[in-house]
């Protein structure tokens, strides 16, 4: 079974950075793409940002230059360093991943930018 767990949110100030982890079990997720989601009450999840299985990347337009995904394929973990945070960048954050046409998502961490 496909297992992500979440990790690194928090509170932090406008202008901070922050390393949120999604650790990835059940698949061989050298394989496979991976992506950060996040979400906000009463909105749907938004795509932020996608790694394929060649490492190549690709994100939403808000966050670009100041989110960068990365992935360890040894360690089976999944990166996304989120710099330079606005307010607007306040969501629940999720780890996603396609898996046998299937879709698993992690419980999610939180993200709250505020002074």
């Known amino acids: 079974q496909v297992r992500l767990v979440e990790s690194g949110g928090g509170l932090v100030q406008p202008g901070g950075s922050l390393r949120l982890s999604c650790a990835a079990s059940g698949l061989n997720f050298r394989l496979f793409s991976m992506d950060w989601y996040r979400q906000t009450p009463g909105k749907e999840r938004e795509l932020v940002a996608r790694i394929i299985s060649g490492g190549s990347t690709n994100y939403t337009d808000s966050v670009k230059g100041r989110f960068t995904i990365y992935r360890d394929n040894v360690r089976n973990a999944l990166f996304l360093q989120v710099c330079s945070l606005k307010p607007e960048d306040t969501a629940g954050y999720y780890c996603?991943?396609?898996?046998?046409?299937?879709?698993?998502w992690g419980q999610g961490t939180q993200v709250t930018v505020s002074s």
């Open positions: 996603h991943t396609n898996y046998r046409e299937m879709d698993f």
